[in-house]
């Protein structure tokens, strides 16, 4: 007689994944009536992707279209691929993509790829196919970082990337803690999460305000291997949590978030520092990166491991040595208490003040949404087909904000805000 076949739990909450779908939609792009969406994902966030697709087309959707990635074809490249491949990028796709923007389509990436997955791979390879893809991405992401439209980023517990994490245990065990850090990192294990969502934007909208009002010129950061001096950029201003985008629609780009940001002076960055988390770069763990910036360029680099890796980043282009963003997070933020390492930007990003090399956001200028890219270039706002955040806070750090006149002003002590 057979046995009876018992049940194997799901190792993701269905109810908190669908509340996950459900904040993206109505927190994170807002969609509106008629509007298309266009949504790129691992072939592993299948449920997420489904769940998504059906609250967006409940609250009004024109067309939802999905672009899937999957490792496996991504290594079949680099196992089996001409030389010449490397330096090839579907432009076609991007192009098509950036029109479906331009025509009013807003974005969706559900993010959860094995941050490792490259790590073995020829990282001259990795860097020739990165800058490709950047350069073919240009047309498509421009619509993105000048935030001509609502965009979201949301994650899903992609198996291998659950593994890197928790290593040790199952992969049902793994799957289901990293499933857990998400919906608490994204605020939907709470029974409201679209109130509890309100109210972390009235938070942060109060220290973006703060900071507008003080209207520092510079920002002085000092710990251990730190003392840097970053400028910020002329009529800068300060956003975090939702925000207006250029269409109109407010939304929430990333989901979680923790930061108040804004544009430093591409010229104005002076000093050294030290990053205080690991950086999961394509692939390579970067760590212990030290810089050293002159007239707001990186003029020495090195880290403890994935140095070169982190040069060949540098050498992408002249404005991947300056900086495109300096951000404000606590240390006591949710994502840094938890004490998990995510080797994923969005997550360790938003548990520790960052600061980006390349692109700037247009949106974090006052008017920006009616300044030409000169004007943003001339007001000190940099370019660059690379936009890569690294944590640089810590308990340890202190930041002063600086007046025009020299004056000085707490603004974080040991990590918190003063």
């Given at each position: ?27 994170g ?8 969406l ?10 997420l ?37 490397f ?15 331009a ?20 990282p001259?390879k ?65 029974d409201?999460?679209?109130?509890a ?17 003080e209207?520092?010129?510079?920002l ?14 002329d ?11 250029k269409?109109?629609i ?20 002076e ?6 988390k690991?950086?999961?770069h ?32 540098l050498?992408?282009?002249?404005g ?6 300096v ?25 520790s ?6 692109q ?26 690379i ?32």
């Amino acid at each position: 007689m057979n046995a009876p076949l018992q049940s194997v739990k799901n190792p993701v909450d269905p109810v908190k994944l669908e509340k996950l779908a459900e904040v993206a939609i109505k927190i994170g792009l807002q969609l509106q009536k008629g509007q298309d969406l266009v949504m790129t994902a691992p072939i592993a966030a299948l449920p997420l992707v489904r769940l998504i697709t059906k609250h967006a087309y409940k609250a009004g959707a024109g067309l939802v279209t999905t672009f899937y990635a999957d490792e496996e074809t991504t290594l079949a490249r680099y196992a089996h691929a001409p030389d010449e491949s490397f330096d090839r990028a579907s432009d076609w796709l991007y192009e098509g993509m950036a029109r479906a923007y331009a025509g009013g389509a807003a974005r969706l990436a559900i993010a959860g790829d094995n941050p490792m997955l490259l790590s073995a791979q020829d990282p001259t390879k990795v860097a020739r196919a990165n800058k490709a893809n950047s350069i073919a991405y240009k047309p498509a992401l421009e619509k993105i970082s000048n935030f001509d439209i609502n965009w979201n980023i949301v994650s899903y517990p992609n198996p291998s990337w659950a593994k890197q994490m928790f290593p040790d245990d199952p992969e049902a065990v793994a799957v289901e803690k990293l499933a857990n850090a998400i919906f608490a990192a994204s605020r939907v294990d709470v029974d409201d999460p679209i109130a509890a969502w309100k109210e972390h934007n009235a938070n942060l909208h109060q220290r973006s305000n703060w900071l507008n009002e003080e209207r520092f010129a510079a920002l002085h950061f000092t710990g251990p291997g730190t003392n840097l001096t970053i400028g910020l950029a002329d009529g800068h201003e300060w956003h975090g949590g939702a925000s207006v985008a250029k269409n109109g629609i407010t939304c929430n780009p990333n989901i979680p978030t923790e930061e108040v940001f804004t544009t430093p002076h591409a010229l104005r960055v002076e000093g050294h520092v030290s990053s205080t988390k690991p950086l999961s770069h394509q692939g390579t763990l970067i760590d212990n990166i030290q810089v050293r910036f002159e007239g707001g360029r990186i003029v020495e680099a090195k880290a403890a491991r994935g140095e070169e890796v982190l040069n060949k980043v540098l050498d992408t282009d002249e404005g991947a040595r300056r900086l495109g963003e300096v951000a404000l997070v606590p240390h006591s933020s949710p994502i840094s208490a938890s004490g998990i390492l995510f080797y994923n930007t969005l997550f360790d990003e938003n548990a520790s003040c960052h600061i980006a090399l390349g692109q700037c956001y247009s949106k974090c200028f006052l008017d920006g949404a009616s300044l030409s890219q000169e004007q943003i270039r001339a007001q000190g706002g940099n370019a660059s087909l690379i936009h890569i955040d690294w944590m640089i806070g810590s308990g340890e750090v202190d930041i002063d904000g600086v007046r025009a006149d020299g004056g000085r002003v707490p603004v974080m002590r040991k990590g918190e805000w003063a």
